[in-house]
């Protein structure tokens, strides 16, 4: 409880001054006085120190003694409503030793939510009163002095009507005036329902100087409230007439001071601490029952004796006031059980009152608080409003490497702290000193300490005031986890997250954040450049030699597109054998021809592993983007992608720039691709028939079956344009099944007696060849069909024979199985040998139509020469021979000369409709 000072002299914070006004009306030469009931701070002028006799420049006795003084008042308020007037005179003795009276007037004020905030009042100095009341009552005038000063109200009425009224009853009435009351009749401020116990009193006094008893009434007030006032009714005159003087008493306080009292014993009575009074010699008076509950002693066995025996120690009341008025100590219970008691003691007029305290459970808590923040491995540091450390535990020395004693008292900036980007933190800045100086706790933050060793360590700190002191700086408990090794785990799993593990170069996700990032600078120069690489042939390497040997390779691969490159430069692994180079301020396309040069220089030059001698090439596809270009990173990658495919079927080690007219080229592709993938169930594909000749009769003795596609857009497709993309997809073998039982059926429905007996060729890729269920749908589409199995024949080209023969032959024997013929297409492209072909289980060998084509150049013979040595190899072996691609009556001539048994080309017929090749039935 502090007065508030300013300049070296008590600061009055002014309180409402209509409050003042009021209070004034009452006193004069009286000193104002405010006090706050929630924190005790008090303010008063330099009357207020007059009025108590003390010199006014001693503000902390004036302090001290005006709160003593008011304690009555103090507790009362808590019992009434805002803005009740209180009313108290406290005689006191001043440092000279003459005793003094004062007079306090006070109003409560209240805090906007129905509670009481503080009381504002005035101190009167009434000595003189109280020392002159033998004087006075000699003076009549000042008996009506009295009378008009009188706290008390004082009324006159004669006949039912007021005479007369002092300011003190006006007041109580809440009557501006006394004048303004004087001829209403005196039941106006009487309830009703006690008017006629009222009269009954009255009525009751038979002469002059006849009271009433005292007796407690309501009195009605002009504002509509009533007051509990005392009355007393005196039987006198007034100006010769019966009249009757009441006195009144507000009785408010008291009744609040009775109330007070009787709060207080409960309070007593119902709290958990033990509250002991004693006498002067230390026996006890009073023993309330928190006593008896902590003690175990009953009240009636302890009052009497000394309250050291009771308590089972020395306790003294005396020492307890001579140690500071608190002290720690150990009592016992009844039963012999140690106590930990906070014991307070206070002097009283008679002896003393002990306030104990049992603090066993929470000496306990924090025993055992103690041993579990030791026990923790989160480091915490008390430190404390001057920025020295209090207190640490183990696990604080142990994380920043000093021993506990050699912290205690060490000042925060003794570990210097650094940001996550490595920046040093200004000491102002440190998590405990920003809590110091806010009193508010700091979120979880992550700093690198160095320790006085030198060596550095992560740690994830947070702060917070200790106490919750609104008081700044406040000491504040730093908390703090070394996470060095959560940190580098982490950094290791985000090197790993952008990273490939088998190269350690960066993957997909790095280069195309690393791209995107570049491209997002403004005011870059030049250009950037994006390589895709990919290794030529790299899957024989694997599939030959393991993937053993085929990691080790990607692991050199890699190294040297690293050590061919700038440091500025990026070298990542997307995937498989693919690499990409991301370069930067590219200025001309030279430098990008020379760092490819120098790349596949590189990349060419032999490798060994595992005593292996091998040799590798690469594909590679270039994009640049200039500082205005809009493309993403993504769109970069895939236009290199883009542009490496085209490299690769071009031919193996071969680079090609991208273009828009690359990309619209490939991204029709990919449209057809999965235009393709509907045209089946949309009726697109059908088959075109070419009519094989016998070359002796000139009779069409089979019909070839060719797959067309009638896009509902782009209209025609050319077989050359959408073959390949099914072959390089996984539609070759939906749409062969397809074509195979179209086909079948077509020829079938023709075929029976009077119509045609012609047989069916259809082609065979690589990849059905590969497909295990071939066998099964060939077998399903004759059966479906009806077509006897001899009638048809497959074909299959010299190079997909060749690409794995031994399963090849396989494949056709299961063929031959079923019935049905089989021939070899494209002969003299794929390099067979006679041996490889004699295994074979063939019906028919049909010479490539490029050897045809010889016939029509000048100096055909060498073209003649081959045909003649295939036809009469195919004659030895017992295979039929079939010329494609003949579109002339000279090529025709030739082939017969040379013993071809038939021939197919755009001479005899082009692909045609079913309808269109085979004659209709009548």
Request: overall charge negative; charged content about 25%; aromatic content about 4%.
């Amino acid at each position: 409880m502090e007065a508030c000072t300013r300049g070296g002299a008590p600061a009055w914070t002014e309180p409402n001054h209509e409050i003042i006004a009021d209070l004034a009306l009452t006193a004069t030469g009286a000193g104002i006085w405010s006090l706050d009931l929630g924190t005790l701070e008090v303010t008063w002028t330099t009357g207020v120190a007059e009025a108590l006799g003390l010199p006014v420049e001693n503000e902390h006795g004036v302090r001290d003694r005006l709160l003593e003084l008011l304690e009555p008042l103090t507790v009362a308020a808590n019992n009434c409503p805002v803005w009740h007037n209180f009313d108290l005179e406290q005689c006191h003795e001043t440092p000279d030793g003459d005793t003094r009276w004062t007079r306090f007037l006070a109003r409560a004020q209240g805090n906007g939510s129905g509670g009481i905030e503080r009381l504002v009042g005035i101190a009167t100095d009434v000595t003189e009163r109280h020392g002159n009341e033998q004087a006075l009552a000699d003076l009549a005038d000042r008996y009506r002095l009295l009378v008009e000063l009188s706290p008390d109200g004082i009324c006159v009425h004669e006949g039912g009507r007021l005479v007369y009224v002092n300011p003190a009853a006006a007041r109580f009435v809440a009557s501006d005036s006394a004048d303004d009351l004087l001829g209403q009749p005196i039941t106006d401020f009487v309830d009703p329902f006690a008017v006629p116990d009222m009269l009954k009193r009255i009525e009751a006094l038979d002469g002059p100087g006849a009271t009433t008893t005292p007796t407690e009434v309501e009195l009605k007030r002009l504002d509509g409230e009533t007051m509990l006032i005392e009355s007393v009714s005196v039987r006198t005159t007034w100006q010769g007439r019966p009249a009757y003087q009441v006195i009144m008493r507000d009785i408010t306080a008291q009744k609040s001071a009775e109330a007070a009292l009787h709060y207080q014993a409960a309070l007593v009575s119902h709290v958990s601490d033990a509250i002991i009074a004693t006498t002067a010699d230390g026996v006890v008076t009073s023993w309330n029952p928190a006593a008896e509950a902590v003690y175990g002693h009953s009240s009636r066995s302890a009052i009497g004796r000394p309250v050291g025996e009771v308590v089972g120690s020395g306790l003294d009341p005396a020492a307890v006031l001579t140690d500071g008025g608190v002290v720690e100590d150990t009592h016992r219970r009844a039963d012999g059980s140690m106590l930990a008691i906070r014991v307070s003691a206070a002097k009283m007029n008679t002896g003393y009152v002990l306030v104990c305290a049992d603090e066993t459970a929470r000496r306990q808590a924090e025993r055992r608080y103690s041993t579990v923040v030791a026990a923790l491995d989160e480091g915490v540091v008390v430190i404390g409003a001057d920025g020295l450390v209090e207190s640490a535990n183990p696990a604080a020395g142990r994380i920043l490497g000093l021993p506990l004693h050699a912290m205690i008292g060490c000042s925060t900036t003794l570990f210097p702290l650094y940001d996550e980007s490595g920046q040093r933190i200004d000491p102002t800045d440190y998590p405990s000193a920003q809590s110091q100086r806010t009193g508010k706790p700091t979120g979880t933050r992550v700093v690198r300490a160095q320790r006085p060793d030198g060596r550095c360590v992560w740690l994830s700190m947070s702060c917070r005031p200790l106490d919750g002191s609104p008081t700044t700086p406040a000491a504040v408990v730093t908390s703090f986890t070394d996470i060095t090794e959560r940190r580098a785990i982490g950094e290791r799993l985000e090197h790993d997250a952008t990273h490939d593990p088998l190269t350690g170069l960066a993957n997909r996700t790095l280069v195309l954040q690393r791209l995107a990032s570049a491209l997002r600078e403004g005011g870059r120069g030049g250009m950037a450049c994006v390589l895709f690489i990919d290794l030529d042939k790299f899957k024989v390497i694997n599939d030959s030699l393991g993937h053993n040997i085929g990691d080790k390779v990607l692991r050199i691969a890699g190294q040297r597109l690293q050590h061919s490159v700038r440091r500025s430069d990026l070298v990542g692994r997307l995937g498989g054998d693919e690499f990409a180079v991301v370069t930067f301020e590219v200025r001309h396309d030279g430098e990008i021809r020379s760092l490819i040069e120098h790349l596949r220089h590189s990349l060419t030059e032999p490798i060994t592993v595992d005593g292996r001698r091998l040799r590798i090439d690469a594909s590679i596809g270039i994009v640049t983007a200039g500082p205005d270009d809009e493309r993403s990173a993504e769109d970069l990658i895939r236009d290199a992608d883009v542009a490496m495919y085209q490299a690769k079927t071009r031919g193996r080690g071969r680079d090609e720039f991208f273009d828009v007219e690359l990309r619209e080229r490939i991204q029709r592709q990919l449209r057809l691709e999965q235009d393709l993938r509907d045209a089946i169930r949309g009726g697109q594909l059908w088959v075109a028939y070419q009519p094989v000749v016998d070359l002796r009769t000139y009779r069409t003795v089979a019909v070839e079956g060719l797959l067309r596609w009638d896009h509902p857009v782009h209209g025609s497709i050319s077989p050359g344009e959408f073959i390949p993309l099914a072959e390089e997809s996984d539609l070759i073998n939906l749409i062969g099944g397809h074509m195979l039982r179209t086909a079948t059926r077509e020829l079938a429905t023709r075929r029976g007696p009077g119509k045609i007996d012609t047989r069916l060729t259809v082609n065979l890729s690589a990849r059905q060849l590969d497909d295990e269920k071939l066998v099964d749908a060939v077998a399903e589409a004759l059966r479906a069909t009806g077509l006897p199995p001899e009638e048809l024949c497959l074909e299959i080209t010299e190079s997909a024979l060749m690409r794995e023969p031994k399963a090849a032959a396989e494949v056709l024997t299961a063929l031959r199985g079923l019935g049905v013929r089989l021939a070899i297409d494209d002969f003299g492209t794929g390099y067979s040998s006679l041996a490889q072909l004699w295994k074979l289980p063939l019906d028919t060998l049909k010479i490539d139509r490029s050897f045809v084509a010889g016939l029509d150049e000048p100096g055909e013979t060498d073209a003649e020469a081959i045909i003649k040595g295939i036809v009469t190899m195919a004659h030895a072996m017992g295979l039929t021979v079939i010329a494609e691609g003949t579109e002339n009556a000279r090529q025709v001539e030739i082939l017969r000369d040379l013993g071809c048994d038939q021939a197919q080309g755009f001479h005899f017929g082009r692909p045609s409709r079913a309808a269109d090749i085979f004659p209709s039935e009548h």
